[in-house]
């Protein structure tokens, strides 16, 4: 699903990607979305390691949250 978005960024770098969008033969919205895309792969790639559920692979602060007593909160507890 595709979302409409507005970004802010300083006018020296927007000329820069319009100026890429023109060399590539695609409007700046597509090249914008090609870099977002491209961001998000290497932020998800870059995710924290993930602990071993009871069902399922999930992420410690999903864990730390569903049960905020369990022993394992106490090691990341700050005094």
Not at 34 to 51: D, F, L, M, S, Y
Not at 52 to 66: D, F, L, S, T
Request: proline share 6%.
């Amino acid at each position: 699903m595709l979302r409409r978005t507005t970004v802010t960024a300083e006018a020296d770098d927007l000329a820069v990607l319009k100026q890429e969008a023109r060399r590539r033969q695609v409007s700046l919205s597509v090249l914008l979305g090609k870099t977002v895309a491209a961001e998000a792969a290497t932020i998800r790639a870059g995710r924290r390691p993930r602990i071993e559920g009871v069902r399922r692979p999930v992420g410690i602060a999903q864990v730390m949250e569903e049960d905020p007593e369990a022993p394992h909160r106490s090691c990341f507890r700050i005094p």
